[in-house]
């Protein structure tokens, strides 16, 4: 619409400047008409006029000439008349300012000296004047001169007249021509491109059920119109074929799993039941800039997982609202449609306080939970004051979902992680029939472990109101039923792992969660100049490390700065000719605990690079900052080696993310054995990420590996995330809270 805009723009200011040229010729023909037209009238009257002056100029007294001049005061425009002697000086004048005039007294004389008329035009009292002297004679000689003062102010008047009709016939023009313009554009082009575009749409969204948009029948877009109803066609029996073939192996799971497959499978098993995705973190944060509202996707593994789901079930995602201009996107019920670009489903936004945000989120969960569930040897913190508020969000965050189930059969409500670890409880009391599930992301300690926490069976007993108790890996599933066993009084059945209290039955079961494995049409178009992406950077080396984190303690980032200065010490052939790009998004920073690391990061950061840098190269180039899916692809692809070296992690998906990354089959995967993928991606170089002796080898066989060796490792690592991606975790998880 802007081009639209623009172009009409661009036909305004020509058709502006042909107006304004055409009207300053014709001011300028104008002036000069009238110009004429007054000197020439003036030379009548004043000849005129001179024949009754003249005769009686000796003869006559001052008095009687200024009777005479008197008498034609104001008459026929004439603003007044001078009488000169030969000398120059004043007989008789009409008007006191006319003589006041500095060049009054100078064209007389001119005309005196010239024997002839003369005149000009003057400003007397802001009103243009013609002055006009013609000399008077003897019989022999010049005796003197007589002056005529002619209104010359209709002139601008006449000029200013002719400047406002055409500037108002140009603002009447350009209007008529503006909305002719649009007008045509939107009839010939807008319209018809905008059914294009919802027929393209719908055809890429699988809405090919529904009515097509009128498509274009003029001649401009009549070819392109055929070509899209052929595609439809062809793309509608494809969409068939697909879903018989999706339907027949619904049954198989080992078989690749694809949206499609996950669409055709909740029709087939769900029938129709709504499902509720309910997690703290929101998978669209709306933010101003200005005047301009932009939004970002937050760095977080939960949504990277649970986001391609979202997009294949629909249904409602319900979660904290954080973005700066979040309240203002959403409507009367704090919903909007999501993805911004292609809406899929529904976000619901749940407002919490400062005073809220600050115990439940930073305090109890962050600082409580979080570090108790990693063994990171960061010491946990727990405060009265954040139980309450986490107890008191939990139940707004509960109520929220009891009031959008309210009016559905059979609910499926999945919630996410350990910020809402009381909610499946209070769920599963007020509405028995809803089928409820938890995944918890981060890792379950011992049991020795968690019973530091104050408040331990309560947040059991919260998690066992779930029929689905979901975990990355079977020790997590062990390490909760031993703490179940221990701190509260229920029945267990350590063969099926299920865990019954007060009648209810919770399944506790591993689910390692995974990411949408790209398609080879996407892979293919999100390639780039890699060499020209890294000068846009100032990299000019060989060998390119890359990880990916939040900013964590977790997620071993110093251990691994640690690792990369033993390796360019031991390994000095690598110094200049490596570079290691650290993304660190910003996470959690009102938590004094990580101000503190992100402080020791960037003092380590620097401390290493002043070790190494030498001609402008340095060995680690730290990006501090949030970025887009398609960024980090870009990293991905470009590195050699990435390096996954979190102390303690659920699963990690930025290993996944790596290796679904690397269409060319190339690169190799540095990861933690203290990470869930490790479990699966066995093809990766599996490291302590405490001994950075042996970190360091490790990137030095990475980096020193045959092509050959990293392509049959790469391909291996890229069949176990293909054959059990995102969308079979969503499916085994859903095919288990249903039949339960």
């Known amino acids: ?20 040229a055409f009207t300053l010729t014709q001011v300028q023909q104008e002036e000069q008409r009238l110009k004429t037209s007054l000197k020439q009238r003036s030379i009548l009257l ?96 010049v005796v003197g001169a007589l002056m005529i003062a002619q209104d010359a102010s209709y002139i601008d008047t006449r000029l200013t007249g002719i400047w406002k009709n055409n500037l108002l016939r140009l603002f009447v023009q350009a209007s008529l021509i503006s909305a002719a313009i649009l007008l045509i554009i939107r009839w010939l082009i807008v ?9 393209l749409k719908s055809t890429r969204t699988e809405d090919l059920e529904q009515n097509s948009p009128g498509l274009p029948t003029n001649f401009f877009f009549r070819p392109l119109a055929k070509e899209i109803t052929n595609i439809r066609g062809k793309l509608k029996e494809a969409r068939l074929i697909a879903d018989e073939e999706a339907k027949l192996g619904l049954e198989k799971l080992n078989s690749p799993w694809t949206e499609q497959r996950l669409k055709v499978f909740i029709k087939d098993v769900l029938k129709d039941r709504t499902i509720f995705m309910v997690s703290n973190r929101e998978p669209y944060i709306h933010t101003k800039k200005g005047r301009s509202i932009n939004y ?32 203002i996107t959403v409507d009367k019920d704090d919903k909007l449609n999501v993805p911004p670009e292609e809406p899929k489903y529904t976000l619901k936004r749940i407002w919490l306080s400062e005073k809220e945000e600050a115990g439940y989120y930073y305090g109890f969960s962050n600082e409580g939970l979080w570090p108790l569930c990693h063994i990171a ?18 139940g707004k965050f509960a109520q929220t979902i009891l009031t959008e189930i309210k009016n559905i059969e059979r609910p499926i409500v999945l919630i996410q992680d350990f910020h809402l670890a009381l909610v499946p409880r209070i769920i599963k009391n007020s509405r028995p029939d809803a089928s409820v599930g ?13 019973s530091v926490c104050p408040w331990k069976k309560e947040i059991i007993d919260g998690i066992l109101g779930a029929d689905l108790i979901g975990f990355q890996t079977q020790l997590h599933c062990n390490n909760f039923i031993e703490t179940v066993s221990r701190e509260i009084e229920s029945l267990l059945d350590f063969e099926q792992l299920t865990v019954t209290r007060n009648g209810h039955t919770s399944f506790v079961k591993p689910f390692p969660i995974s990411i949408a494995f790209p398609n080879p049409s996407k892979e293919k178009s999100a390639n780039s100049d890699t060499r020209k992406f890294l000068k846009s950077l100032n990299i000019k080396t060989k060998y390119i490390g890359v990880g990916v984190d939040r900013l964590d303690y977790t997620k071993g980032i110093l251990e691994r700065l640690k690792a990369i200065e033993i390796f360019l010490k031991k390994y000095p052939a690598y110094v200049g000719n490596f570079s290691f790009i650290q993304i660190a998004a910003p996470s959690r920073s009102k938590i004094k605990e990580y101000q503190k690391f992100t402080e020791a990061l960037e003092k380590e950061v620097e401390r290493v690079n002043n070790l190494f840098r030498k001609n402008g190269w340095k060995p680690v180039i730290l990006f501090k900052r949030h970025h887009t899916r398609e960024e980090i692809s870009r990293f991905y692809k ?36 203290f990470t869930g993928a490790a479990r699966e991606l066995k093809d990766a170089l599996i490291v302590n990420p405490y001994n950075g002796e042996q970190t360091a080898e490790a990137i030095k066989v990475a980096l020193e590996l045959s092509p050959l060796e990293q392509t049959k490792k790469m391909r291996r690592m890229r069949e176990v995330v293909k054959n059990y991606n995102i969308y079979r975790w969503s499916a085994e998880l859903l095919k288990v809270i249903v039949n339960i």
Request: negative net charge; proline residues 4%; contains cysteine.
């Open 638 to 673: 470009l590195a050699n080696v990435c390096l996954v070296t979190s102390l303690h992690d659920g699963m990690n998906l930025v290993a996944k993310e790596f290796v679904a990354a690397r269409g060319d089959n190339k690169g190799v995967l540095v990861l933690s054995q």
């Open 46 to 141: 004043a000849e005129s006029l001179k024949e009754t002056v003249q005769p009686n100029f000796i003869n006559k007294s001052d008095q009687q000439l200024q009777n005479l001049v008197d008498k034609f005061e104001d008459k026929q425009r004439l603003a007044g008349m001078v009488i000169y002697d030969s000398k120059g000086d004043t007989i008789a004048t009409s008007s006191s300012l006319i003589t006041q005039v500095l060049k009054t007294k100078k064209i007389a004389e001119d005309a005196m000296d010239a024997d002839g008329a003369n005149g000009d035009f003057v400003e007397l009292t802001n009103e243009k004047m013609y002055l006009l002297a013609i000399p008077l004679h003897d019989e022999e000689s």
């Open 1 to 20: 619409m802007k081009q639209i805009f623009a172009a009409v723009f661009v036909i305004i200011v020509i058709i502006s400047f042909i107006v304004v």
């Open 296 to 327: 970002y996707i937050p760095a977080s593994g939960m949504v990277t997982a649970i986001e391609p789901i979202m997009e294949a079930c629909g249904g409602i995602w319900i979660a904290q609202g954080s973005g700066d201009a979040d309240k």
């Open 438 to 450: 938890i995944f918890w992301h981060i890792p379950w300690p011992n049991s020795e472990s968690f």
């Open 377 to 394: 040897y960061t010491r946990p913190t727990f405060r009265k004051e954040d139980w309450e508020e986490y107890k008191k969000v939990n």
């Open 191 to 199: 319209e018809p491109i905008r059914n294009l575009v919802k027929s």
